[in-house]
């Protein structure tokens, strides 16, 4: 997923939050060292953290055609793999201890 454009050209809704002083403090200072308006630092690190949650979805709904599709493909018999069967032999780099 991308980063979601926030230009002030195009914002037209308006969110609004509540936050203790040491939140608002601790993200003003953020955003200044980031160089970015605090509206700025706000929404894309709440955008980046949206998408973060939406990608880590672990359920997906897919329609009749699309669900037949994958069983199709999940229950097609198993072909030998050169390539998978060379790269499962060797051992993972962070094991190589």
Same mark, same amino acid.
């Given at each position: 997923?991308?980063?979601? +454009?926030?230009?002030?050209? @195009?914002?037209? +809704?308006?969110?609004?939050?509540? +936050?203790?002083?040491?939140?608002?403090?601790?993200?003003?200072?953020?955003?200044? @060292?980031?160089?970015?308006?605090?509206?700025?630092?706000?929404?894309?690190?709440?955008?980046?953290?949206?998408?973060?949650?939406?990608?880590?979805?672990?359920?997906?709904?897919?329609?009749?055609?699309?669900?037949?599709?994958?069983?199709?493909?999940?229950?097609?018999?198993?072909?030998?793999?050169?390539?998978?069967?060379?790269?499962?032999?060797?051992?993972?780099?962070?094991?190589?201890?």
């Amino acid at each position: 997923m991308t980063a979601i +454009a926030t230009s002030p050209a @195009v914002r037209s +809704a308006r969110l609004g939050l509540r +936050a203790t002083p040491e939140q608002e403090a601790v993200l003003r200072r953020a955003a200044d @060292v980031a160089h970015k308006s605090l509206t700025d630092f706000i929404l894309d690190s709440a955008c980046r953290a949206a998408e973060q949650t939406l990608l880590d979805q672990r359920l997906f709904l897919v329609s009749g055609s699309q669900g037949q599709a994958l069983m199709a493909l999940l229950e097609r018999p198993v072909q030998f793999n050169e390539g998978l069967r060379d790269l499962f032999s060797r051992k993972a780099p962070w094991d190589s201890k």
